[in-house]
């Protein structure tokens, strides 16, 4: 197969975000100081990773192409240029730290007034050991990545991979003290009252939340663009619920008793306005998430431009990219403490696990790798099967059959016998190819990527439409 030579880039996107970049950065250093300074600063840090990550994804393929870390297309089965992005995602955050905690130091000791956002009267070590344990597990993760890249780990062995990731970020937890009180729903409050603490046991969710997070983009894999896609439109998804967080000076209401809430929201002004409510914390905790996300988006959008953009692809992300991106939402939804907000946006990943439980508990043959089929005469992609080698279990046979009637699966059934020999594979990309009909590799991650929107619009509407129905107060 020859070797594809990457897409080359305009110059002028070069020079024309340099500036723009560096402005953003030095602009807290500049009179009069912005609201919110540091996120000036964050944001033109992701426009040097876009910039970096866009230039240097196809300057070094050459070299691990030479160092045999590359694979084939179409499907691909090895690949580790995710390494390059994640690397530069990892080393923007780095390169941010003294913008986020040597700027409200230098106000404070200048005596001047203090601005929105992450404002201190003494050194913010506790901020500051939060930032560095989720950079920690963040450089864990694309260390274990980059291994299961080269020794191609099997999934037995992959799922405790994030959990061994999460260990820096849950002892710094721990040794910070960090709060393990859950909000009961109303429904259940007569039982456990209105807080109930779950100690150790939050350890373990947060844990469990780091494994789902990483391994449901990872299992949701095997086409150009869609481990990317995931990723870019969740933490595209974040980033507009955090700014509704932030201290705005233009307000505005939403009218949410159209859906039946008693309350209205409201953004706009200082303090006193958006989902905060006045909290200087909440808003401490959406600002640290967008600079996790910020720099996240960047690097997305760069490694999609040769992933997806350009067909067929110049590179693939790998493992590493998938548990560096799976462990930064971890890291947001637990140091920011809204892991149920997250949760929601992985609707169509749940979805996925969900359709993929019987053949990863062995209830259904797993094989190695469960991408759709590729017609090489058509150029067309359709359902994969996992094939039966004798007669499947009367559990099989129920909940395939169960699948089957919901339009989940599509069985091919011995004529002679009546018994189960093929069954379609339980993944997302092949229910929407089954449903949908055969597709092109790239008119199957637009649908993957519609979805996932979807499935945004849907979060959203529940978190701010319909959670008043199991939780009270402004639901913080």
């Known amino acids: 197969m020859p070797v594809l030579r ?3 880039l305009a110059p002028l996107l070069l020079f024309s975000l340099v500036p723009i970049a560096s402005w953003f950065v030095i602009r807290p250093l500049l009179e009069p100081l912005p609201s919110i300074p540091a996120l000036y600063s964050s944001i033109g840090f992701s426009i040097f990773a876009f910039l970096a990550t866009i230039y240097l994804v196809p300057a070094l393929g050459p070299t691990f192409v030479k160092a045999g870390l590359s694979g084939k297309d179409l499907l691909k089965f090895y690949d580790n240029l995710g390494l390059v992005a994640a690397s530069i995602y990892v080393l923007s955050l780095i ?3 003294p913008f986020a905690f040597s700027m409200p130091i230098m106000e404070q000791a200048h005596g001047k007034k203090p601005q929105e956002g992450i404002t201190v009267v003494e050194f913010p070590h506790y901020q500051l050991s939060v930032y560095l344990s989720s950079l920690l597990s963040l450089l864990v993760a694309t260390i274990l990545g980059f291994l299961d890249d080269v020794f191609d780990i099997r999934w037995r062995h992959k799922l405790p991979i994030p959990i061994i990731a999460s260990i820096p970020l849950l002892m710094v937890y721990y040794a910070e003290r960090g709060n393990t009180n ?4 109303l429904p259940l409050r007569f039982i456990f009252g209105t807080l109930i603490n779950l100690g150790p046991l939050y350890y373990v969710y947060m844990s469990l939340l780091s494994t789902f997070s990483t391994n449901s983009i990872n299992i949701l894999a095997g086409i150009n663009g869609s481990e990317v896609s995931q990723a870019l439109i969740i933490a595209l998804s974040v980033i507009l619920n955090d700014l509704l967080y932030l201290p705005w000076p233009i307000g505005f209401h939403l009218p949410l008793h159209l859906l039946g809430n008693k309350t209205e929201l409201e953004f706009g002004g200082v303090w006193s306005a958006g989902m905060a409510y006045g909290s200087r914390e909440l808003v401490e905790r959406h600002l640290f998430s967008l600079y996790f996300m910020l720099p996240m988006v960047a690097v997305c959008v760069g490694f999609m431009y040769h992933n997806w953009y350009v067909y067929p692809a110049r590179v693939f992300p790998g493992d590493t990219l998938c548990y560096v991106t799976g462990m930064a ?6 140091q920011a403490h809204f892991s149920k907000t997250l949760l929601l946006f992985f609707m169509p990943q749940i979805f996925n696990f969900l359709l993929s ?3 990863l508990f062995g209830l259904v043959p797993c094989p190695r ?3 759709p089929r590729l017609d090489k ?6 359902p994969s099967q996992a094939k039966f080698s004798s007669s499947p279990p009367k559990l099989t046979i129920i909940v395939l059959r169960l699948f089957s009637a919901l339009g989940l699966t599509e069985l091919t059934v011995d004529p002679s016998t009546g018994a189960i020999i093929n069954a379609t594979n339980l993944t997302i990309l092949n229910f929407f190819l089954l449903r949908l009909g055969p597709m092109s590799e790239k008119r199957l991650v637009q649908v993957l990527m519609c979805a996932q929107v979807a499935g945004s619009i849907f979060a959203f509407f529940i978190r701010y439409g319909l959670a008043w129905l199991v939780y009270d107060g402004d639901r913080r």
């Open 6 to 8: 990457p897409r080359p």
């Open 95 to 97: 390169l941010f730290i």
């Open 182 to 185: 859950v909000v009961v729903p």
């Open 329 to 334: 939402f971890a890291v947001v939804g637990i």
């Open 357 to 359: 439980c019987p053949q």
């Open 369 to 371: 790798h469960r991408v």
């Open 377 to 382: 005469d058509t150029n067309l992609l359709y």
